[in-house]
């Protein structure tokens, strides 16, 4: 079974940095785009950044210039360094993993970052 692990939430103050990194297991199917998005209270879940597995970046407007997103291939992870960080950027952040086919679509649990002083 496909497990996508999310690790490195924290709080952090205005302006602090944090990266999260991102794990995923048992996939024999390969990996085509993976992704971060995050869900405030309150709020539907929205895209933070998408990378393909040729390297194709996509950013939302709140975070371009601050956010940073990479992985690498040959091992599976993705990592989001997120860097002048404001109270609202306060949300779960989740890892998507998505494959060739739709079936092939797996999501982490979740790591929560809140950015307040």
């Known amino acids: 079974q496909v497990q996508v692990v999310e690790s490195g939430g924290g709080l952090v103050q205005p302006g602090g940095s944090l990266r999260l990194s991102c794990a995923v297991s048992?996939?024999?199917?390969?990996?085509?785009?993976m992704g971060w998005y995050r869900q405030a209270p309150g709020k539907q879940r929205e895209l933070v950044a998408t990378?393909?597995?040729?390297?194709?970046?996509n950013y939302a407007d709140s975070v371009k210039g601050r956010f940073t997103i990479s992985r690498d291939n040959a091992k599976n992870m993705m990592w989001l360094q997120m860097n002048s960080l404001k109270p609202e950027d306060t949300a779960v952040y989740y890892c998507?993993?998505?494959?060739?086919?739709?079936?092939?679509?797996?999501w982490g649990q979740g790591t929560q970052v809140t950015v307040s002083s």
């Open positions: 998507n993993s998505r494959g060739w086919v739709p079936s092939a679509n797996y």
């Open positions: 048992n996939n024999i199917f390969g990996i085509n785009v």
């Open positions: 990378i393909s597995r040729g390297g194709e970046i």
